[in-house]
């Protein structure tokens, strides 16, 4: 089946700093990547859609300049926490949609849990 | 986006059925009904989805009310590694978004 692939897993960093993640569909293209986010016994909170070759859709309250996205190929989209503070800790899920059907399933990430110190 | 309403929890023993409900009185007739699924520390695992018949794969059954106010995600025989969160959401096809709510938490007990 369809697999997306995350990485890294878990991370921890220093506060300030800036953290990459990385979203994979190995054996699909992806013309649309999703963000979320999802803090301790809660449910998942979208981010902001993703698109192959145009800026990234941010929902409402998300800082775009905090949250870079960039969707360069059909199999990568990258997430960039910039300057982390310890309220940024989270885990951070991406999930994919295979092809141009509307209404396909999604295909998730196994999530990248982030600490910042 | 349209809203889900699911009970908080429940409980379920062991190769027994599960009937998950999810009501959502305010769904659009572009809405796709679609469930999802986590484990702890995991993404979210596709279950099914559908619009407005009855669905059925090999992880389970979705039973979609007449008026498609409502819906129930049946797992015809629970098992241990079944317990998870279980998410109804309403997909908006002019959006393509998927908006997760606070799910159902499913409990198996052998």
């Known amino acids: ?74 199999t990568l989209s990258t997430l960039t926490v910039t300057s982390a503070h310890p309220e940024d800790s989270s885990f951070y899920i991406c999930s994919a949609e295979r092809g141009a059907t509307i209404n396909e399933k999604l295909f998730f990430g196994s999530g990248t849990q982030l600490s910042v110190l | 986006d349209a809203k889900t309403t699911q009970p908080n929890s429940m409980e379920s023993n062991e190769e027994e059925p599960v009937h998950l409900p999810c009501n959502h009185s305010t769904i659009s007739g572009t809405d796709y009904i679609h469930w999802y699924r986590q484990l702890p520390s995991q993404g979210p695992e596709y279950v099914i989805h559908g619009l407005t018949s009855n669905v059925n794969n090999r992880m389970a059954s979705l039973a979609i009310a007449e008026d498609r106010k409502s819906s129930t995600l049946i797992l015809h025989r629970a098992t241990l590694r079944d317990a998870a969160v279980y998410y109804c959401i309403l997909r908006d096809i002019s959006t393509d978004k998927l908006i997760f709510g606070t799910g159902t938490r499913l409990q198996v007990f052998p």
């Open chain 1, 1 to 74: 089946g369809a697999v997306v692939s995350q990485h890294p897993s878990w991370v921890i960093c220093k506060s300030g700093t800036s953290v990459k993640i990385e979203c994979r569909s190995l054996d699909f293209q992806a013309t649309t990547m999703f963000w979320y986010r999802q803090f301790p016994k809660q449910s998942l909170m979208l981010m902001a859609t993703s698109n192959e070759g145009s800026k990234a859709t941010y929902e409402q309250g998300v800082e775009k300049d905090k949250f870079l996205i960039n969707h360069a190929s059909l």
